[in-house]
């Protein structure tokens, strides 16, 4: 199963000096300690903080 957690373009947004790059590298935080269940919560929760982000910066589709 491939994991939007271990994405190379998370592992880049991760590293932005930008309240969204804080918020990503939080998530991989937790993620690095986290089971298959909580990757999934931690998963499904920066997709929807992402697409929030798009919708800001009017990139959404």
């Not at 929030?52 to 009017?58: A, C, D, K, Y």
């Amino acid at each position: 199963m491939t994991y939007l957690l271990d994405d190379a373009e998370i592992k880049a947004l991760a590293r932005e000096e930008s309240v969204r790059g804080t918020l990503v590298q939080l998530a991989l935080n937790q993620a690095a300690e986290a089971d298959d269940q909580e990757r999934e919560i931690l998963e499904e929760a920066l997709q929807l903080l992402l697409q929030q982000f798009r919708v800001i910066e009017g990139t959404a589709p």
